[in-house]
């Protein structure tokens, strides 16, 4: 991937489409580039940026292949089983549960949580609030609104099957799905960027998954560490089944279920989080 065309061709996406190509990794970028330079019938990268200062709608297409939007309700069932235990015991523990949903895309991450919270017994619903945070506005917007259609390749029915009975929590009308207000109710969101923006404070639980897949190591560092300082102590975080803790922010968590990608961050004072994020971290 020394190729000065693709360099040249992420450039010209940086700085001229606005789309920052340096935060996310070359393999990724490769495979979305390469399937808009195959249906744009482009031999060289050289020949796609051609194509690409030409036309605005290739311009729009890559940007569209670019943004890493997928997401579904209870994505991977079983992770939902062991967030479903960590609900429990965070419920029995405290009279409040905090839940950061980040990078939550179109919402149905964070919703999923909610209609877990309210279909469990085990779970206070009334104690739980969660926040779902994108970089994306209008993924954000689609899950302010909380309406989903269904399609071809989006099988919502399918998706909500985790729960015993689904249609408690969420109003369907033929392919339209509308999360009801009960669920709405414990949910808030608002746009946070995790390489730019600053931690926030005092999470019981993290979920962040898959985002770290798409993001280059420098940047994923970065991200994780914003995150373990945004958990309390003994906090849990849950990331992608496929994604992993960088080795230097290893003794920030222990593990709670490796197959299931779920943490607990370790205490405060034995992991060297507490600095700003603006003090340099020796440990990095
Ligand atoms: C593949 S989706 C994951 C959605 C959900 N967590 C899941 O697992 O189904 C990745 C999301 O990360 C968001 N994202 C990309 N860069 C980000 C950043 N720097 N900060 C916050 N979110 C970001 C994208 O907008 C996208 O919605």
Redesign the pocket.
């Known amino acids: 991937m020394t190729d000065d065309g693709f360099d040249e061709l992420l450039a010209y996406v940086e700085d001229e489409l606005a789309f920052a190509t340096s935060?996310y990794n070359d393999s990724y970028l490769d495979r979305r580039i390469s399937s808009r330079m195959r249906r744009t019938q482009s031999e060289t990268y050289a020949a796609y940026l051609d194509t690409l200062r030409a036309d605005t709608d290739e311009q729009t297409a890559l940007l569209e292949a670019l943004?890493?939007?997928?997401?579904?309700f209870f994505?991977n069932p079983d992770v939902w089983s062991g967030i479903r235990e960590v609900l429990q015991s965070l419920s029995d523990a405290n009279d409040t549960v905090r839940v950061w949903?980040?990078?939550?895309?179109?919402g149905?991450?964070p919703y999923s949580v909610s209609m877990l919270a309210h279909d469990d017994p085990d779970i206070d619903e009334s104690a739980v609030t969660i926040l779902g945070?994108?970089?994306?506005e209008p993924?954000l917007e689609t899950a302010k609104n909380g309406v989903y259609e269904a399609s071809r390749t989006i099988d919502l029915d399918d998706q909500l099957r985790f729960l015993d009975d689904y249609t408690e929590y969420v109003d369907r009308d033929g392919n339209t799905f509308q999360i009801k207000r009960e669920i709405k109710r414990n949910v808030s969101f608002e746009r946070?960027?995790?390489?730019?923006d600053e931690p926030k404070t005092g999470f019981d639980l993290v979920?962040?998954?898959?985002?770290f897949i798409?993001?280059d190591n420098e940047y994923k560092q970065s991200?994780i560490r914003t995150i373990a300082q945004s958990i309390r102590r003994n906090g849990v975080l849950v990331i992608?089944k496929a994604e992993t803790i960088p080795p230097t922010l290893k003794s920030a968590f222990t593990v709670r279920d490796s197959r299931l990608r779920i943490y607990h961050r370790e205490p405060m004072e034995t992991n060297g989080l507490t600095r700003k994020q603006s003090e340099p971290d020796s440990s990095l």
């Open positions: 935060h943004s890493i939007n997928v997401t579904g994505r949903s980040a990078a939550c895309a179109d149905r991450e945070t994108d970089i994306s993924a946070h960027d995790l390489i730019n979920i962040c998954r898959n985002l798409y993001i991200m992608g």
